[in-house]
């Protein structure tokens, strides 16, 4: 029966929670006595605070407590870490400006929090935020990340508002690279800076038991143990063990719930300071002024091509925004995450990118679905476009003589990855099928008699996902080993209980890990529940995030499943009175190999706990077991996106009217689940594409700090999405699966984007191609034309 | 939100008189201006005083050639009305695409005038068709309503009853919407009544207005070609990180265009 759920389109199990309305969410949850805590967060984007004065503010009515960024120094916390060290090329370290839990003294941010009020109710306390006189005396901002070395600095340890200045791959080789070349192929592009828009805003619900010194604090986490680690180790509010975190239904998070914030940490330190239950739900207004936000580069490149069109070397100049603090994994995001993607699918010899991180009074940059990776593939893919345009070649072509070929796997990139497995050729030609790529002519054409203009974009891209091998992820500065730990408990029924480190924010793992464990034993996935989301409950993990739950968090489950099969043959055998050896597990049976004696997995599973017979010094009571999963490298999903679009020349308005989407993701555990994420990543990736933009303006001020102007994607912005799978199973974990969280919003904005730039003839904007650009572009492209 | 009373009136004159009584008093009819303004603490009324109680309100009917929406007729009722289809399917067009479903059965053609927000809807219908604005004092033409960016002739206490729409012989609206918010980036109604063209924009600057070059040119020649030469200054446009004062301008006029068009298509 094994074998039998892989690849079945189960129906989510989590689904009917949450769409009757049954979901808990932080904020869902209600407790005896709790009092409300407002935040007083700075109006301005850098600032000196030069008093506090919360006086009015505590006489407020409801009113119980004012903590300020001062009583944060008087209780002598720590800063918020980052917890992944960069080192810049002259071997220097990272420049890392204290990150305050609550400011005292300066403020670097819009919206940065300095003080917290706790009252009675949510009114009071936001009525009593604004009592809270703050004196701030306004310094000039620096905002912008492409000038920002040259402008004041912003911190005395930070010269130049330099956070390093890395590099990686072989300048020489790349520069011999390019002066052999006998095409070279140069592009500008900047990365928009986005903002993650998790459906459900940070909350974070803190509560304090005298009697056992413990905190629990309730928050939208995607690595609850994560958050337990660094607020007890480094910013020291509690010891480890007397804080219990416990991240619940988590509505989205795209990477922004993965950080360790200010404000749930000041909740979980207030609780036990004031031996208080505290709740805070951001407000949407809040969610856009300090959710870390994600990409924002600016970079510039060169690709080398031999007359055949042969790639011969890359080199990229990139500067990345970090914004005014590094957040939890911000320095790995532009560098690891970032020039190691730079291969992309090709054999480029050589490769040399370096990358200026620099500081700007903005709220933080962080992960952000794909972090680094979409940053990469959008370089890669648009100059791979861009060179084929150049050359007269077909952009499909010019890339197959570039891929890396099926049979040349492993293979070693000159930016540090040896892929393990891949097929590129494979997803790009199902993709031009389903693209109908060889009659685009007829379909330009026909668009040109109704007045619009029509341009095609492909984009292959490549993604290491499965975070992280720990030896690698720890050589590359990684503050932590990047396993995951799994538990698969037998309950004497025979159902099965599996708690996995890894947790869920939406992509239904309740549903696809269950499928994988209820697999394993030849169980109904029925009798199979997932446990995630607590430190009380679990063992220590290390969350979600870089797709890595199922390649990582679900390896760990199949060890541990194989480990319960294991254990359950040696208590078949003794219950047989034979040899281990002669027995054989046939999901969901126990079958002795010379007989035709057998114990189902329940039988065996009430054996486990109430036999009194065993012999304790061969066999411990008892059906549980648990892995660590430490993986041996990342996993690299690839595939082929291409997107067609309409542009009409008098507004400017770019239409997608196809978009195929082609990846291998290598075994799929359920097929409706991984559509459902591409859906998803595809809507973010052509969001960033068209729509979406973080806006400051010169002073710091957040333009974009609503949905009247950040533009969120919607349904009608998008055609029917054309999903199609190929599969090359990962070689070096259990499950041979690749990750495919990630994957739609890596891909797709650079089809997007050459698309546009076809159907403008070679005319070229930056993301989001709003219509004035794109409008702009046309009056360009006909002026060029005429000329 | 800060704390506030609500008061259900069930006449006029009951809402004039909560209103006069009150420190800080507000009139709230769909509320999806009102309520998120309050939620974010930009307004902060002492007494909301329900329009939405008072019987008649939203009536829609024909009075001769008159058509008469009452001013808590919601955008969802107007875009549904046959009679507003038969009279003007162009103001039905226009009150059906705004914002989202939800906006449309809370979001009343008298708040949305009355707010006179510079990229609604409702103002270029109003100006557009030349409609008289019926107040429970006066008749104010549209023409003298719209003052400034949320700005109108209204009375603080005035309550707007209801909007009288004549009839024209041909009307269209085209709107632009700003992707972000979806309010008219650039909207233009043009109707044409007796030969004469009338071209309200909103969007594109502080408050609606008239495109008098273009009104000019098309009750002299209703053709496309009698306006390729025709442009709408910028000076007076917005910019903001949406759009340009340029471009605005230009998609003013592509508007207008396509309106000649699809009128005379
Ligand atoms: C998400 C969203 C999207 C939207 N999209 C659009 C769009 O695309 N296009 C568009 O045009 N609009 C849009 N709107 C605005 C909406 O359609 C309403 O028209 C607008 O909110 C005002 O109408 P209301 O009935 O809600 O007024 P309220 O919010 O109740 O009141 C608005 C103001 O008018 C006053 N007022 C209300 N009624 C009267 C009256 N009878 N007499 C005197 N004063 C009165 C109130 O005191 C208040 O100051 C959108 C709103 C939202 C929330």
């Not at chain 1, 920002?148 to 590099?167: D, G, K, R």
């Not at chain 1, 791959?169 to 800076?193: F, M």
């Not at chain 1, 034979?578 to 597990?585: G, K």
């Not at chain 1, 009409?648 to 459902?676: C, H, K, L, R, S």
Request: with cysteine; hydrophobic share 40%.
């Amino acid at each position: 029966m094994s074998g039998s759920l892989i690849g079945k389109r189960v129906l989510r199990k989590e689904d009917h929670r949450f769409v009757s309305g049954k979901g808990r969410y932080t904020d869902d949850i209600q407790l005896v006595g709790v009092t409300y805590a407002a935040f007083v967060r700075s109006p301005y984007a850098r600032a000196d605070i030069k008093s506090f004065d919360v006086s009015e503010a505590l006489a407020a009515p409801g009113v119980i407590a004012v903590l300020t960024g001062e009583e944060v120094v008087k209780d002598g916390l720590g800063g918020l870490p980052c917890g992944w060290m960069i080192h810049s090329k002259d071997g220097s370290e990272m420049r890392q400006p204290h990150h305050p839990v609550l400011a005292a003294d300066r403020v670097n941010y819009l919206g940065e929090p300095v003080a917290l009020v706790i009252a009675e109710t949510q009114l009071e306390a936001k009525n009593a935020a604004e009592m809270v006189m703050v004196d701030f005396e306004p310094l000039t901002a620096v905002v912008n990340p492409a000038t920002a070395s040259q402008a004041e600095t912003l911190y005395e340890a930070v010269p130049n508002n330099v956070c390093y200045e890395w590099e990686l791959g072989d300048e020489a080789a790349t520069d011999a690279g390019l002066a052999a070349a006998a095409h070279i192929t140069t592009l500008q592009l900047t990365n928009n800076r986005l903002i993650p828009n998790a459906i459900e805003p940070r909350a974070a619900l803190a509560e304090y038991n005298s009697g056992t010194d413990e905190i629990i604090l309730h928050t939208t986490s995607q690595n609850p143990h994560l958050v337990r680690l660094i607020m007890t180790a480094f910013v020291q509010i509690a010891p480890e063990h007397k804080l219990r975190v416990i991240a619940p239904d988590v509505g989205g998070g795209f990477g922004s719930k993965i950080f360790i914030y200010s404000e749930e940490t000041a909740l979980a330190w207030a609780a036990k300071k004031l031996g208080l239950t505290i709740k805070w739900t951001a407000e949407r207004s809040e969610s856009f002024l300090t959710d870390a936000h994600g990409r924002d580069h600016v970079s510039e490149a060169q690709l080398a091509l031999s007359a055949e069109g042969e790639f011969l070397a890359l080199k990229v100049k990139t500067i990345a925004n970090m914004g005014a603090y590094l957040s939890t994994f911000a320095s790995a995001v532009p560098t690891y995450l970032y020039g190691t993607l730079l291969a992309g699918q090709y054999r480029t010899p050589a490769i040399y990118v370096e990358v200026d991180s620099v500081f700007t009074n903005t709220a933080p940059v962080d992960a952000y679905r794909g972090a680094g990776r979409p940053e990469a593939t959008y370089l890669v893919e648009r100059i791979v476009e861009k060179a084929a345009a150049e050359m007269g070649l077909d952009p499909a072509e010019l890339r197959r003589r570039n891929f890396i070929g099926r049979d040349q796997f492993p293979y070693q990139t000159p930016v540090a990855l040896e892929y393990d497995t891949g097929d590129y050729e494979a997803s790009l030609s199902k993709a031009l099928e389903m693209a109908d790529y060889d009659t685009f002519a007829t379909r330009q054409a026909e668009a040109a008699s109704r007045g619009k203009l029509r341009g095609i974009g492909l984009s292959c891209y490549i993604e290491a996902c499965g975070l992280a091998p720990s030896q690698v992820a720890g050589a590359l500065g990684a503050g932590v080993g990047l396993w995951e730990s799994g538990e698969v408990r037998v309950n004497p029924t025979g159902s099965v209980t599996v708690l996995t480190g890894s947790h869920s924010h939406g992509q239904g793992h309740e549903t696809t890990f269950a499928q994988l464990v209820a697999d394993r034993l030849g169980l109904p996935i029925e009798d199979v529940e997932v446990v995630h989301g607590d430190t009380g409950k679990l063992d220590f993990g290390l969350g979600t995030y870089g797709s890595r739950s199922l390649a990582v968090g679900g390896s760990a489950l199949s060890v541990a499943a194989d480990k319960v099969v294991e254990k359950g043959r040696k208590i078949a055998a003794h219950l047989l009175r034979t040899d281990v050896d002669n027995i054989d597990f046939d999901a969901p049976v126990f079958k002795m190999l010379d007989s035709n004696e057998s114990k189902t997995f329940q039988e065996i599973a009430f054996a486990a706990y109430v036999n009194h017979d065993y012999p304790s010094d061969e066999l411990e009571p008892g059906l549980a077991e648990k892995a660590f999963y430490d993986p041996l490298n990342f996993t690299y999903p690839a595939g082929t996106h291409i997107c067609e679009v309409e542009i009409d020349p008098d507004t400017g308005v770019v239409e997608v009217v196809q978009f195929v989407a082609v990846d291998d993701f290598g075994t799929i555990i359920n097929p409706m689940i991984v559509e459902g994420q591409v859906h998803g990543g595809l809507a973010q990736g052509i969001g960033q594409a068209l729509l979406e933009q973080a806006v400051y303006d010169d002073t710091g001020q957040l333009i974009t700090g609503s949905y009247m102007d950040y533009c969120m994607p919607r349904a009608d912005n998008f055609p029917d999405f054309k999903v199609g799978m190929t599969c090359t199973p990962c070689t070096h974990n259990p499950v041979g699966a690749k990750g495919c969280g990630e994957a739609g919003a890596i891909g797709s904005p650079p089809a997007v984007m050459n698309a546009i730039t076809h159907a403008l003839g070679g005319i070229e904007v930056d993301m989001p191609a709003t219509s004035e650009k794109v409008w702009r572009a046309v009056q360009t492209m006909r002026t060029l034309k005429t000329a | 939100m800060y704390q506030f009373k609500v008061h259900k009136a069930d006449k006029l004159s009951t809402a004039l008189d909560l209103f006069n009584a009150s420190d800080e008093p507000a009139y709230i009819a769909g509320g999806h201006t009102l309520i998120p303004t309050m939620k974010q603490r930009l307004s902060a009324p002492s007494d909301v005083i329900d329009l939405a109680t008072i019987p008649g309100l939203d009536a829609i009917t024909l009075v001769g050639d008159t058509l008469q929406i009452g001013a808590m007729a919601t955008h969802a009722k107007v875009a549904a009305s046959s009679l507003v289809q038969e009279h003007c399917a162009a103001l039905a067009n226009l009150a059906g695409g705004i914002g989202d479903r939800q906006v449309r059965y809370r979001g009343t053609i008298g708040g949305s005038l009355a707010n006179n927000d510079p990229a609604a809807d409702y103002p270029a219908a109003a100006l557009g068709l030349g409609a008289q604005i019926v107040t429970d004092r006066r008749t104010i033409p549209s023409d003298t309503f719209f003052k400034a960016m949320f700005e109108t002739a209204l009375e603080p206490d005035e309550i707007i009853q209801a909007i009288h729409f004549p009839q024209v012989d041909q009307a269209v609206y085209l709107k632009f919407p700003n992707p972000a918010s979806r309010y008219a980036m650039v909207g233009v109604m043009l109707t044409r009544t007796a030969g004469e063209t009338r071209i309200a924009i909103t969007g594109a600057a502080a408050s609606v207005f008239r495109a008098a070059t273009f009104e000019t040119a098309l009750t002299a020649d209703f053709s496309v070609s009698a306006i390729e030469a025709v442009t709408l200054s910028a000076e007076t446009l917005n910019t903001d990180m949406h759009a340009s004062a340029e471009y605005r301008a230009h998609l003013c006029k592509v508007l207008i265009q396509r309106g000649v068009e699809a009128l005379t298509a």
